[in-house]
């Protein structure tokens, strides 16, 4: 068995093949994959992140135009 194609479960840590669909040790269904809300979590993260970023540059630039009087 090659054993590259072997990763651990999430929930037992017992080796399973990534193909699997449900863990063989504990019948795990998808072991391989993440919750769908962590990709929610992380995705909303970033998004509210790069959003928070582009209204602060926003607001700076406002700043910096009130300060030198544009
Ligand atoms: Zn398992």
């Known amino acids: ?26 019948g795990e269904p998808k072991p391989n994959e993440l919750e769908w809300y962590v990709y929610v979590i992380v995705y909303g993260g970033i998004i509210i992140f790069f959003g928070g970023c582009a209204w602060f540059l926003g607001q700076l630039i ?4 009130d300060i030198l009087d544009f």
């Not at 990763?7 to 449900?22: E, F, H, L, P």
């Not at 406002?62 to 135009?65: A, G, K, S």
């Open 62 to 65: 406002e700043w910096v135009r």
């Open 1 to 26: 068995m090659d054993e590259k194609k072997l990763i651990k479960c999430s929930v037992c840590n017992g080796m399973i093949s990534k193909r699997a669909k449900t863990c063989p040790h504990c």
